[in-house]
């Protein structure tokens, strides 16, 4: 009698620790699953960034398309290739860009992403004061950076050829101040971007900015 008391006595304890180990097994597998695919998708997203070019002053939005086609010359010379999903590369990074404002964006052509605000870098050109107070409403959420606007006889300058020619051979025109200062400020970033692959940390990011400040060569 007490040997068929002791088996099912026995049996009964097994069962819920079987149980509950096969629970803890799936939880496991799930945080370890779960981790895994956070890790990955933070690494897709690190390899990318986004842009919000903004300009200020008059006759905002020919002005915008233009600089969108200044930029998007910069973002394609390095490290485009076929079949891109995004609106360029910067750095060997891939960077969307978002024309600011909005509202102004009606020109613009060329792009392939819709990324959203808050940018991680907002470029503002513009004269001022225009571009420092249009600065400030940014600077909370995004990486400000400045870029003035190219002096008069820009094109003439020596190294501008290049540039110049490559615009006309991409869109059909000669490229205004507006595109050059554009496909400048473009160029900076890439400079800026490349040894960090990315746009962090902030303050290396605005120091590499700030040492392109006197130009780069076209």
Do not use: C
């Not at 233009?66 to 930029?71: I, L, P, T």
């Not at 900015?209 to 060569?217: A, F, I, K, P, Y």
């Amino acid at each position: 009698m007490s040997i068929r008391l002791t088996r099912p006595f026995g049996f009964r304890l097994q069962r819920p620790f079987t149980i509950t180990e096969t629970v803890l097994g799936r939880i496991r597998h799930s945080v370890v699953a779960a981790t895994l695919w956070i890790a990955l998708t933070g690494i897709a997203s690190a390899h990318s960034f986004t842009v919000g070019l903004l300009v200020v002053g008059e006759d905002v939005d020919a002005s915008l398309a233009e600089a969108v086609r200044g930029f998007l010359l910069a973002a394609d010379e390095r490290d485009g290739h076929a079949n891109e999903t995004s609106d360029g590369h910067l750095g060997g990074v891939d960077v969307q860009l978002l024309p600011l404002p909005r509202d102004a964006a009606g020109l613009v052509e060329g792009l392939f992403g819709t990324p959203d605000e808050p940018t991680d870098v907002v470029i503002v050109i513009g004269a001022e004061p225009a571009a420092s107070d249009a600065a400030r409403a940014y600077a909370s959420a995004s990486t400000v950076l400045r870029q003035f606007v190219l002096p008069d006889g820009w094109d003439s300058a020596d190294g501008t050829d290049g540039f110049v020619s490559r615009y006309r051979l991409a869109y059909g025109a000669a490229p205004g101040v507006m595109a050059g200062t554009a496909y400048h400020s473009a160029r900076r970033l890439d400079a800026a971007v490349r040894p960090l692959d990315g746009v962090v940390p902030k303050e290396a990011l605005l120091n590499a900015w700030r040492s392109t400040e006197s130009g780069l060569s076209w």
